[in-house]
């Protein structure tokens, strides 16, 4: 992981202190996600998706961490840009969460009850989605945890799951 610059808010603390948790390192033992870069409060990961080796990146934007959920969008770790919608992964649960009439239109934001973007704008959810939601009681592994599951079944570019 790099680390461009060390900060000293409330919020990097806490996610520094949460990257190092036991169960987030487990996760990038076994493949699942590898944080590629943090420079808050933009944390970048990278998760496999599906079984051929194919990985998408996700830069996340931790402020406020962990009383806001991050936010996220796919994410070009190579030319640290935002992913293209054509190479958004598709898949049964992928096509819910990465949505192209959606998510586009909200800079690229997942819709799901971890991501700040969706969640702001559906109240109801913490009443219906009780095991998803964000709260502050949650940190960076719920999002990455969730986020991998989604991609399990996915494939890039126009492969079929």
Not at 33 to 51: A, H, K, M, Y
Not at 144 to 154: F, G
């Amino acid at each position: 992981m790099i680390l461009e610059q060390p900060a000293d808010s409330a919020a990097a603390r806490a996610l520094r202190e949460d990257l190092e948790d036991p169960d987030l390192l487990a996760g990038v033992r076994d493949g699942r996600w590898t944080v590629v870069q943090w420079s808050d409060p933009f944390l970048t990961v990278e998760f496999r998706v599906g079984e051929d080796g194919s990985t998408m990146g996700m830069r996340l934007n931790a402020s406020d961490y962990p009383t806001r959920a991050p936010s996220g969008v796919p994410w070009d770790v190579q030319a640290a840009a935002p992913l293209p919608p054509s190479l958004w992964p598709r898949g049964p649960l992928a096509d819910t969460v990465f949505r192209q009439d959606w998510s586009a239109s909200m800079n690229g934001s997942p819709y799901c009850a971890w991501d700040r973007i969706a969640l702001e704008s559906h109240t109801e959810w913490p009443g219906t989605m009780p095991g998803k939601i964000w709260h502050p009681g949650r940190n960076i592994l719920h999002y990455l945890r969730e986020t991998s599951h989604i991609l399990e079944s996915a494939t890039i570019s126009g492969q079929t799951p």
